[in-house]
Structure formats: C-alpha cells, structure tokens
C-alpha cells in the first residue's frame, strides 16, 4: 500500500520556521519525483517545490524561492521541506505527493498524502 505521511506543521509567528517532513513508503521511491503542494481555504492546490528522483533537479514557487529548501534522503524514503522567513500569506495545508515526472501540475501526481497544517501569525 503507497502511504505518504507528512508531519512538521504548526502554529508559528511571522518569520519564524518549520521543517515539513514526507515519508513514504509502498513503492520504489527512487524512480518518483516528490513534490511539496498547499491549499489555503477558498483556494487551489498549488505546487510549492518538487524534487527530482535523483536530487538533481528542484524547482521552487517564485514566492518561496530564497526561503524554502527542499531536500530528500532516499536511503531513508524522505523528503523535507525547510521554511523559513515565513509569513502569514504561507499558511496553508501542506501536503507531499509522488509523481513519475518532476512536474508541478496537480493532476500529474497519483500518490498524496493527507497534509500537515502550517499557520503562520502576523
């Protein structure tokens, strides 16, 4: 069974950070791409930053660049998401997914999982 499990989100001030953390298992992680999303209330699903199989290649939502890293340790089936400097406009449901291609559409992605909550005060 293909199971993501996110953990890391909190309640934290304007500026303040969360390391979100994925793990996954039931299938081969090496060969997927892992992509970090979130979904404020009244708004889409929009892609934050994903990762490539092989760690070569990330890509990053403009409005994050600079403040987020994203990291995986495939020995472990792991991926992180590193906030920092994060701000109200942030707060969101963070979920994880894997996809065969390192791409950020929604669609492109048939593994997620259930989502981490982060809340950012002003």
């Known amino acids: 069974e293909v199971q993501l499990v996110e953990s890391g989100g909190g309640l934290v001030q304007a500026g303040g950070s969360l390391r979100l953390s994925c793990a996954a298992s039931?299938?081969?992680?090496?060969?997927?791409?892992i992509g970090w999303f979130r979904q404020a209330p009244g708004k889409e699903r929009e892609g934050v930053s994903c990762i490539s199989s092989s760690d070569g290649e990330k890509y990053y939502l403009d409005s994050v660049k600079g403040r987020f890293t994203i990291s995986r340790a495939n020995a472990k089936n792991m991926v992180y998401l590193q906030m920092n400097s994060l701000k109200p406009e942030d707060t969101a449901l963070y979920y994880c997914a894997a996809s065969r291609s390192l791409v950020t559409t929604v669609d492109s992605y048939p593994y997620w999982g259930q989502g981490t909550q982060v809340t950012v005060s002003s």
């Open positions: 039931g299938f081969t992680f090496d060969d997927y791409a």
